[in-house]
């Protein structure tokens, strides 16, 4: 058989044809004794030039409609659809034959007969086939699953799978009590109750949930359901990712996190989508970061009349333009797409770039954001969060930009950490620019943490896993709000569209997380198990390695109660105190000078006296030891502590 795998399709084609021309007229001469419930020699002889001409009628017509093109390890019901149409055509010109050459008139019932006889070969002859084949090349590493959805993508997933020597389909599974005890492709359904038992007698290893329209809430209860069991679990897309309505085994995925997480998205208001990007001019600053790369794909699906690039990284810059090129000519949009290195500091340049190019709309998304870096780096922090973000938006001002939007954190919120209380002083220099003027209309958004992005623990955990373990987690209390960066740039793109000048908005993040929860489940639903003392057979460990530098707990997403609805379910408005833009501008000029000077006793007054709320994690004598065996160590050096505190 191998041997006959191996040769070419013509051959195949050739010997499938073969065959068909030896057992065709066997199946006519079935026909006739069926019918005259015998045969004799005579009936033969008087019948033998319509009997011999069934292989030269019926071969050239299965030919023609492409029966043997059909790769018979690929075959599925549709082929049916193709058997019937060929061997009526054939039956038809044999009944035809038959009465122009005056053969004695045959019943009715021959033609029926070999009708449903020839069907039933050439089918039955092809999925035997490929029954067999399929057995014959299906590793020995194969693995059974169950498929958890028991509709039409279940069905379609079990026969794609047939032709996969990766998989084995078992079971299915489906809480639909009408469906369980019945059968699909041949496979029992069953209900998830019945799973434990199921594992032991086919010992399956994975699940795929093919529930490709069934809402996210739905999805993680069936998650919920399943996680007990250490299963590995895989999903389908959505019924909007698949193509043409066909799944195929390439569409099977692993679980993500937002599959765990249970938001669904609410649809967006397309009206907000467009006021502030289509037919305008629009520039974003951090473009190749994770949040600015997003905005700039869906800014581009609003048409804008220009959308300008600026990024500090080569590299992510020539990446995200490459990108967004493929993108536009994906769309047929005339739109020009106009890339920029350089800083977010040099007020020259950004001046320049505003006025030339008469922007109408900037989404400043260019930020350091990794907190134990930038709580190294004080002063490198302050220098682009800060001084960056005024120098965008005086810029801004200047060129008389009408609409200014701020990346905001849930950690400028009650900040312990440098990097929070740079986004909170950040906050604090658009609310004082949207008093002293009316061109330019500022806004901020806050939100938590995104899915994916940079430094994001869920890929650091799925590697982590991969390789075996430990999962190494910071605090077993330590939760965190998440969401997925497409919906966050699109709730973004929504909420700019909202302010009225000086407005702090907040995104709905959801219930917040227990990371070593979610830890958990990523372990379990790769089908492996948390080692710990009562369960002592797992394989994935994890460690507590402690809280880093200005690392809290839990995040805030709101400083104080006072806080409204907006238009958008998911989008909320807070009211939070501000400082006037002459005491700003005062303690702004001193930071500056403090930061020229390394100065970083000052740089740390002047932040708790500006930012309210900062409650730093460590005194200033721990904290400069800290810089001193890593980061900011020009900054540690500059300042009167003793010597024997920085070593």
């Given amino acids: 058989m191998q041997t006959i795998l191996?040769?070419?399709?013509?051959?195949?084609?050739?010997?499938?044809?073969?065959?068909?021309?030896?057992?065709?007229?066997?199946?006519?001469?079935?026909?006739?004794?069926?019918?005259?419930?015998?045969?004799?020699?005579?009936?033969?002889?008087?019948?033998?030039w319509l009997i011999a001409s069934v292989p030269f009628v019926s071969i050239p017509i299965f030919v023609r409609i492409g029966l043997y093109r059909a790769v018979i390890r690929f075959i599925d019901q549709k082929i049916i659809y193709v058997v019937v149409f060929g061997v009526t055509l054939s039956v038809m010109a044999l009944a035809f034959i038959s009465v122009m050459t005056h053969?004695?008139?045959?019943?009715?019932?021959?033609?029926?007969?070999?009708?449903?006889?020839?069907?039933?070969?050439v089918a039955a002859s092809r999925f035997l086939t490929r029954s067999y084949l399929l057995g014959i090349n299906r590793s020995d590493t194969a693995v059974n699953i169950a498929i958890y959805g028991a509709g039409k993508a279940g069905a379609q997933l079990a026969n794609a799978l047939r032709a996969s020597d990766e998989f084995v389909c078992v079971a299915f599974l489906d809480d639909n009590s009408n469906l369980q005890g019945s059968s699909i492709a041949g496979i029992k359904v069953s209900s998830v109750a019945n799973l434990k038992n199921l594992i032991r007698q086919h010992d399956i290893k994975e699940v795929l949930l093919a529930m490709p329209s069934i809402s996210k809430i739905r999805q993680k209860q069936v998650l919920d359901q399943l996680e007990p069991y250490k299963l590995k679990i895989k999903v389908t897309p959505s019924i909007k990712s698949l193509v043409?309505?066909?799944?195929?085994?390439?569409?099977?995925?692993e679980i993500e996190i937002e599959d765990l997480l249970g938001r669904d998205s609410v649809e967006p208001d397309e009206r907000l989508l467009a006021t502030c990007i289509t037919d305008k001019k629009v520039l974003v600053t951090g473009a190749g970061g994770s949040i600015g790369s997003e905005l700039c794909r869906q800014i581009m699906r609003q048409k804008p009349a220009q959308l300008i690039l600026f990024e500090m990284s080569e590299f992510a810059l020539y990446s995200i333009e490459q990108e967004l090129e493929a993108l536009r000519l994906s769309l047929g949009l005339e739109l020009e797409i106009i890339p920029f290195l350089g800083n977010i500091q040099n007020?020259?340049?950004?001046?320049?770039?505003?006025?030339?190019?008469?922007?109408?709309?900037?989404?400043?998304?260019?930020?350091?954001?990794?907190?134990?870096?930038?709580?190294?780096?004080?002063?490198?922090?302050?220098?682009?969060?800060?001084?960056?973000?005024?120098?965008?938006?005086?810029?801004?001002?200047?060129?008389?930009?009408?609409?200014?939007?701020?990346?905001?954190?849930?950690?400028?919120?009650?900040?312990?950490?440098?990097?929070?209380?740079?986004?909170?002083l950040a906050e604090l220099i658009l609310q004082a620019c949207a008093?002293?003027?009316?061109?330019?209309?500022?806004?901020?958004?806050?939100?938590?943490?995104?899915?994916?992005?940079?430094?994001?623990?869920?890929?650091?955990?799925?590697?982590?896993?991969?390789?075996?373990?430990?999962?190494t987690l910071t605090h077993p209390e330590i939760t965190r709000y998440f969401m997925t960066i497409p919906e966050a740039?699109?709730?973004?793109?929504?909420?700019?569209?909202?302010?009225?000048?000086?407005?702090?908005?907040?995104?709905?993040?959801?219930?917040?997380?227990?990371?070593?929860?979610l830890a958990k489940r990523m372990v379990h639903?790769?089908?492996?198990?948390?080692?710990?003392?009562?369960?002592?057979?797992?394989?994935?460990?994890?460690?507590?390695?402690?809280?880093?530098p200005g690392e809290k707990l839990y995040e805030e997403l709101l400083i104080g109660d006072n806080v409204e609805g907006t238009s958008h379910p998911l989008i909320m408005r807070a009211q939070e105190d501000e400082i006037p833009w002459a005491s700003l501008s005062a303690l702004l000029q001193q930071l500056d000078s403090a930061c020229e000077s390394f100065d970083l006793l000052q740089v740390r007054s002047l932040l708790l006296e500006t930012v309210a709320e900062y409650e730093p994690q460590c005194g200033i004598e721990d904290f400069i030891w800290q810089l001193s065996n890593s980061g900011d160590v020009v900054a540690a050096a500059q300042t009167e502590v003793p010597r024997a505190m920085l070593h």
């Fill in 244 to 253: 043409n309505g066909e799944l195929r085994v390439q569409d099977i995925r």
């Fill in 103 to 121: 053969i004695m008139a045959l019943s009715r019932a021959v033609f029926f007969i070999y009708w449903a006889t020839a069907i039933l070969y």
């Fill in 347 to 424: 007020a020259a340049k950004l001046d320049k770039i505003f006025s030339s190019y008469h922007v109408d709309t900037v989404y400043h998304a260019a930020a350091y954001k990794h907190v134990p870096l930038v709580e190294h780096n004080p002063i490198e922090g302050i220098r682009n969060n800060v001084f960056g973000t005024l120098t965008v938006a005086q810029a801004a001002i200047r060129a008389k930009v009408k609409n200014f939007v701020l990346i905001s954190t849930d950690k400028a919120v009650r900040p312990t950490n440098v990097m929070g209380a740079t986004k909170r």
């Fill in 6 to 48: 191996a040769l070419p399709r013509l051959q195949k084609q050739i010997i499938a044809a073969v065959a068909d021309a030896l057992f065709l007229p066997l199946a006519f001469i079935l026909a006739i004794w069926l019918r005259y419930d015998g045969f004799n020699i005579d009936l033969l002889k008087h019948y033998f």
């Fill in 435 to 471: 008093r002293e003027q009316h061109t330019t209309r500022f806004c901020m958004v806050r939100f938590g943490n995104v899915l994916g992005s940079s430094g994001s623990v869920v890929p650091l955990f799925r590697k982590q896993i991969m390789q075996g373990g430990p999962i």
């Fill in 489 to 517: 740039a699109q709730l973004v793109l929504q909420a700019g569209a909202m302010g009225e000048g000086g407005d702090v908005f907040v995104l709905d993040m959801g219930e917040p997380v227990r990371i070593i929860d």
């Fill in 525 to 548: 639903l790769s089908g492996l198990e948390v080692k710990t003392e009562t369960t002592p057979e797992g394989t994935i460990e994890i460690h507590h390695v402690g809280l880093r």
